[in-house]
């Protein structure tokens, strides 16, 4: 008989104790999953929103890409960056605190975002029309609203209401500027919360009372797929000597050694523990089945089975035990994943479209190898208990007991 | 009044000038970063080409307050008295600038009164945001954290406890013989029930005990890595004791429960079977 029908009788043998382990791997294993997808899931969920965007190119103007300053005499920065051969396409972007009121209700503030060519994956309109198919004739200052937003206020396309530019911690006596929503949009990094709306960088000149001002916070480029992001980049830092452009991959980096540093600590530290506490109870498992049946053994070891099979048993019977609670533990841990995915992202201030737990192949190899060491290494200590045992002597102590 | 102001140091000099500078502290990190001692003299600018600077001395250097908001960043900070701050920072073309505060701090006589205090003061200079410096349940993101962490330890109890009941059916049938005689003698299914559930209280108790022991051992090792990783003194991990008695009350009832089932399967059956007749 073989090694493995040898391990697969005695599992069968003990059906509760096998049942309650591969339950126990399972539940340790699924949360050892989730840990390996928490490690790189909001990095990978970011680049793909990032990527979604449909820009790989980010220009500021200083302070990194979270505090962000004006880029100095932008609009022929922008003309100079969309006459590049490695450019496909440029997008400006003006961002500002500002105050919307309604024909009903309080005025309330929101973050207004002058965009020029940016929509194309920046937002998905889900009521109404976007920015570059406006009806005709098209209105002066057409709103994209967030759909946090138009909830909160009860507004929807075809709304009328009035826009005032009002700069953080500067008193202004700009007038409102009519505008009407032509649409309803889910920002890619809008929060639950969302006060993020959209209109032409015209609109947005005219609501500030702009005239020759230059100054856009943020310039996206998409470059060519030939071209490749890192040659946009060596192109528009010869155009513009000391421009602060960032690849997608870079601004992911960024915000790795930065913001999302704690989740990817704690991933370690937890898939480390939970690692350690399976390889603990499986060879704890292993170790008194094993000593519960040491005349078994010692008789096995009488009929003949050399020292080499009965090892080869035990470590057979932690590869089923860890093996079977491995699998399980995959789609335990998707469910697992999606609920504490649910929990993270009640955080505030994060895009509604950001994840903490991501599956990619890689947590999943990490994963496997990572039970089958803990299985090897559970049944190390049961495998010296058997191979050494003297049969002779366990026999006789048996009979005798 | 003081005031944070994230500035650069463009340069330290130790040459002396006629007129005193006015002094600053800097941060620890900071003068770790810049090589700076208490004394030395910097400059800070408000851009990097330097165009507005001032000279400062230093008059000491201070381990900023630990702030879990901001852990994963190295705290390059100077403090300056407000004053100093206003004409390094003001821009000199707009005369309102030196009469703007990015923020102010308020410790009301009655705290409860906060909300109202928020309302009259937009009436009163509209524009101005108050909010108070404790952040609600719904908005602060420790909240969130500490849900995660009790949703991971409740998964972590669930698999902790199939191996106990996997080990206590062990057991069990380790002392199958022993119970059937037990039962022969008259000792009734009641009482080896007690006996298996207090022996499951005491094994998950001492368990719970030893956990706590081990996280008390480890918790200085936690802190010392996490807090030399991000350069700060917050403190990431504290074993209180309300939390090490939640520990040891949620684990009895995990191993009388364990203890009872495990049991349970063997004494259900009659006693020959029980004794393999």
């Given at each position: 008989?073989?090694?493995?029908?040898?391990?697969?009788?005695?599992?069968?043998?003990?059906?509760?104790?096998?049942?309650?382990?591969?339950?126990?791997?399972?539940?340790?294993?699924?949360?050892?999953?989730?840990?390996?997808?928490?490690?790189?899931?909001?990095?990978?969920?970011?680049?793909?929103?990032?990527?979604?965007?449909?820009?790989?190119?980010?220009?500021?103007?200083?302070?990194?890409?979270?505090?962000?300053?004006?880029?100095?005499?932008?609009?022929?920065?922008?003309?100079?960056?969309?006459?590049?051969?490695?450019?496909?396409?440029?997008?400006?972007?003006?961002?500002?605190?500002?105050?919307?009121?309604?024909?009903?209700?309080?005025?309330?503030?929101?973050?207004?975002?002058?965009?020029?060519?940016?929509?194309?994956?920046?937002?998905?309109?889900?009521?109404?029309?976007?920015?570059?198919?406006?009806?005709?004739?098209?209105?002066?200052?057409?709103?994209?609203?967030?759909?946090?937003?138009?909830?909160?206020?009860?507004?929807?396309?075809?709304?009328?209401?009035?826009?005032?530019?009002?700069?953080?911690?500067?008193?202004?006596?700009?007038?409102?500027?009519?505008?009407?929503?032509?649409?309803?949009?889910?920002?890619?990094?809008?929060?639950?919360?969302?006060?993020?709306?959209?209109?032409?960088?015209?609109?947005?000149?005219?609501?500030?009372?702009?005239?020759?001002?230059?100054?856009?916070?943020?310039?996206?480029?998409?470059?060519?797929?030939?071209?490749?992001?890192?040659a946009a980049i060596e192109a528009i830092q010869r155009v513009r000597p000391g421009a602060r452009a960032y690849s997608n991959e870079q601004v992911v980096e960024q915000f790795n050694r930065n913001g999302f540093a704690y989740f990817r600590q704690i991933s370690l530290v937890l898939s480390s523990l939970t690692m350690a506490f399976a390889f603990l109870l499986v060879a704890t498992l292993l170790t008194v089945s094993v000593n519960q049946r040491l005349g078994e053994i010692a008789a096995l070891r009488a009929i003949g089975i050399g020292r080499a099979r009965v090892a080869a048993m035990l470590l057979w019977e932690s590869a089923l035990l860890v093996g079977g609670g491995g699998l399980l533990a995959i789609p335990l841990g998707e469910i697992l994943a999606t609920g504490l995915d649910r929990i993270l992202r009640q955080m505030p201030g994060l895009p509604e479209q950001l994840h903490f737990f991501v599956f990619e192949p890689r947590a999943l190899a990490i994963h496997l190898v990572v039970l089958a060491t803990t299985a090897i290494a559970a049944a190390a200590y049961p495998v010296w208990l058997a191979t050494r045992l003297p049969i002779a002597a366990t026999l006789r102590r048996e009979v005798v007991g | 009044m003081r005031f944070i102001v994230a500035a650069l140091v463009v340069g330290a000099t130790a040459v002396g000038l006629a007129a005193e500078p006015h002094p600053i502290l800097v941060s620890r990190q900071l003068a770790a970063r810049a090589h700076l001692a208490v004394g030395d003299r910097v400059t800070l600018a408000v851009d990097p080409q330097g165009s507005r600077r001032a000279e400062f001395r230093v008059a000491g250097i201070y381990e900023p307050t630990p702030d879990p908001m901001r852990f994963t960043t190295a705290r390059?900070?100077?403090?300056?008295?407000?004053?100093?701050?206003?004409?390094?920072?003001?821009?000199?073309?707009?005369?309102?600038?030196?009469?703007?505060?990015?923020?102010?701090?308020?410790?009301?006589?009655?705290?409860?009164?906060a909300r109202q205090f928020g309302v009259d003061l937009q009436a009163r200079a509209p524009g101005t945001q108050a909010q108070r410096t404790a952040r609600s349940q719904s908005d602060d993101p420790f909240a969130v954290l500490e849900r995660f962490h009790v949703a991971i330890s409740a998964v972590t109890m669930i698999g902790g406890t199939a191996f106990l009941l996997a080990l206590m059916v062990i057991r069990a049938e380790e002392r199958r013989?022993?119970?059937?005689?037990?039962?022969?003698?008259?000792?009734s299914r009641r009482t080896l029930l007690a006996s298996v559930a207090l022996e499951g209280v005491v094994i998950a108790s001492l368990g719970a005990v030893f956990g706590v022991l081990l996280a008390v051992a480890t918790e200085g090792l936690v802190n010392a890595i996490f807090q030399a990783r991000y350069d700060t003194t917050l403190v990431f991990v504290r074993v209180t004791p309300s939390i090490a008695l939640r520990a040891i009350l949620v684990a009895a009832p995990l191993g009388i429960v364990a203890g009872l089932g495990a049991s349970w399967t063997l004494l259900r059956r009659n006693i020959l079977s029980i004794v393999r007749r």
């Open positions: 008989m073989t090694a493995f029908r040898l391990a697969s009788r005695t599992i069968r043998r003990y059906r509760a104790q096998t049942g309650l382990a591969v339950a126990g791997v399972a539940v340790i294993g699924a949360l050892l999953f989730d840990m390996l997808l928490l490690s790189r899931g909001l990095l990978l969920s970011f680049g793909d929103l990032l990527d979604r965007a449909g820009f790989d190119v980010r220009v500021s103007g200083g302070g990194g890409m979270s505090l962000r300053l004006p880029i100095p005499d932008s609009s022929s920065l922008v003309a100079a960056i969309r006459a590049l051969p490695e450019v496909r396409r440029a997008a400006e972007i003006r961002i500002q605190t500002a105050i919307l009121r309604t024909r009903v209700g309080r005025p309330v503030g929101i973050t207004l975002v002058g965009a020029d060519g940016a929509n194309e994956g920046g937002w998905t309109i889900v009521a109404g029309t976007d920015l570059t198919a406006l009806p005709a004739p098209p209105p002066r200052c057409p709103l994209i609203v967030g759909r946090p937003l138009a909830v909160q206020l009860g507004v929807g396309p075809g709304d009328a209401v009035a826009l005032a530019i009002e700069p953080a911690g500067t008193a202004t006596a700009l007038p409102s500027l009519e505008c009407r929503i032509v649409g309803v949009a889910q920002f890619a990094f809008g929060t639950a919360t969302d006060d993020t709306v959209a209109t032409t960088l015209g609109a947005f000149h005219e609501a500030a009372g702009e005239v020759g001002e230059d100054e856009a916070e943020l310039i996206l480029v998409s470059s060519t797929r030939e071209a490749g992001p890192m | 390059l900070e100077a403090q300056l008295h407000l004053p100093d701050l206003i004409d390094l920072a003001a821009d000199p073309a707009d005369p309102a600038s030196r009469e703007s505060l990015t923020a102010l701090n308020v410790a009301l006589v009655d705290p409860a009164s013989e022993t119970v059937g005689v037990l039962r022969l003698v008259g000792i």
